[in-house]
């Protein structure tokens, strides 16, 4: 029996997933779901997918940073979140690189999410 605090399954593979990667799914779940999408939590998730193919400006930068922390400060009381970046290409491809803590353990935690 494993001492894993957090277990679940992973969304991809079937397959077991504990603590970290645990956390990493579910962060990434809620800022990948549009708010108004699940039919019985309608309040679940953020408004990260409102903020796709605007242009991309200092303003939109802050709006997504926004998002993402109003979104998982609400959803995942697990994590405290210590920084969060948001970094375009010159192709328009767009990346969010999360940092956080663990609030049960204080360990650190760094999710880069692809937003599409």
């Keep these: ?17 504990e603590d970290l990667a645990h956390i990493q799914q579910s ?36 709006q997504i940073m926004a998002a993402c922390y109003s979104a998982i400060l609400k959803w995942e009381p697990r994590v405290s979140l210590t920084g969060i970046t948001f970094e375009t290409t010159f192709d328009g491809k767009a990346v969010i690189e999360l940092t956080g803590i663990r ?13 599409s």
């Design 103 to 115: 609030k049960d353990t204080s360990a650190a935690i760094s999710l880069t999410l692809p937003v």
């Design 27 to 62: 962060v990434s779940d809620i800022l990948r779901t549009p708010v108004g999408s699940r039919v019985m939590r309608r309040d679940y998730g953020s408004l990260l997918s409102e903020l796709t193919d605007r242009p991309q400006n200092a303003a939109l930068r802050l």
């Design 1 to 17: 029996m494993s001492n894993a605090k957090y277990i679940g399954l992973a969304r991809d593979t079937g397959r077991s997933v």
